[in-house]
């Protein structure tokens, strides 16, 4: 099917289904096989060596799973897309690929805990030279491009703290040194925004969140240029992180109705953050739908959308958040985000648990943060329980 002419919504219902429809089921079947069998040594052999299409063993390829990537590739406008076991999986397995003794590396400050962690503790044990920006500092980010490197790694908006950064600038930066360019597009979904048209060369997802949406499967995807992704195809084949068929189909379930989970999560978390800035006891809000948010005019320009995740910090300090927390009903208390239900939590015991308190206050992490995840409940629901938990404080 030529998917071109398509909207995402119809896209992420239809893309990559329709060769795989089994004695005209209206689902593409999950497919548990290791392997596959050929009945011409010729053939498989042709297969084995990416000669012909085909599957040979799961590690590698597995058609459900193939089913997930090409919702995910149709949907970022890319030429490939290789998946992973778990979002952490995706980003490992692509510096890893790219980032060899001897290269540099610029990022940013803000990143997932997981993603600083490798910035911060492991890609130096491997003779790479790591820059990590102060996030919104986009002259400084030049600088350090400009003096030359291998990749940049954005991430936007940031985990925990909503920070945008410019993809289109900093893509073009890091152009003019031959970079390869990298975001992690977990916060915003190809529903909001898509760094490839703002000439990213990789981007990457967290399956487990958005894209599954409902919690209960953990994934990753790399999307983007067919010689790049091919290479990290050929890395994560052999290192083994590679991504099963029933969360396969999990997510790809998930993904149908991405587009009606995210216009609702959108349009909930931009009333909620309005509700917040307002109320007395919230000392800051961080969300990039704000008009008062230092990076909206970017978000305006980069996204179509701002998400469904906002943090906001408590008068009160950390006291005053575990109250908090433990007030609202229509929260689970629980380290991951983009899901169906309300997902709320401090940074310093969900994404950034990893870090050291002193690395969080590096990152500009403020202890008494909550990251707030809306669900799709009806947002009314979720305002009268925040403003019956924020009364009780
Ligand atoms: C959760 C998350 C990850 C890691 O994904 P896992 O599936 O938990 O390994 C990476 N980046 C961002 C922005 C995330 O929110």
Known sequence: MDFSKFKKSTTSVWGGESDLKVSGAVTSPIVNSVAFAYNDVDHWHEVSLGKAEGYIYSRNTNPTVAVLEEKIRLLEGAEAATSFATGMAAISNTLYTFLTAGKRVVSQKDNYGGTSKIFLDFLPLYNVEVQLCDTTDFDLFEKEIAKGCDLVYLETPTNPTLKVVDIKRLAAAAKKVGAIVV???????????????????????????????????????????????????????????????????????????????????????????????????????????????????????????????????????????????????????????????????????????????????????????????????????????????????
Do not use: W
């Open 183 to 393: 975001v992690d597009n977990t916060f915003a979904t190809p529903i909001n925004q898509n760094p490839l048209a703002l000439g990213a060369d990789l981007v990457i997802h967290s399956a487990t969140k958005f894209l599954c949406g409902h919690s209960d499967a953990m994934g990753g995807v790399v999307a983007g240029k067919k010689e790049l992704v091919q290479k990290i195809y050929q890395y994560r084949e052999i290192n083994g992180a590679s991504l099963q068929a029933d969360p396969a189909y999990m997510i790809a379930r998930g993904m149908k109705t991405l587009e009606l989970r995210i216009e609702r999560q959108n349009a909930s978390a931009l009333k909620i953050a309005n509700y917040l800035k307002a109320h007395s006891k919230v000392s800051d809000v961080f969300y990039p739908g704000l008009t008062t948010h230092p990076g909206h005019e970017i978000a305006k320009q980069q996204m179509s959308g701002f998400g469904g995740i906002m943090s906001f910090a408590l008068d009160g300090g950390y006291e005053h958040v575990k109250k908090l927390l433990t007030t609202l009903k229509l929260v689970h208390l629980a380290a991951s985000l983009g899901s169906v239900s309300t997902l709320a939590g401090p940074p310093r015991t969900t994404s950034h648990v990893e870090l050291t308190e002193a690395q969080r206050k590096l990152l500009g992490i403020p202890e008494s943060l909550i990251r707030y995840s809306v669900g799709i409940e009806n947002v009314d629901d979720l305002l009268q329980d925040l403003d019956t938990a924020l009364a009780s404080l």
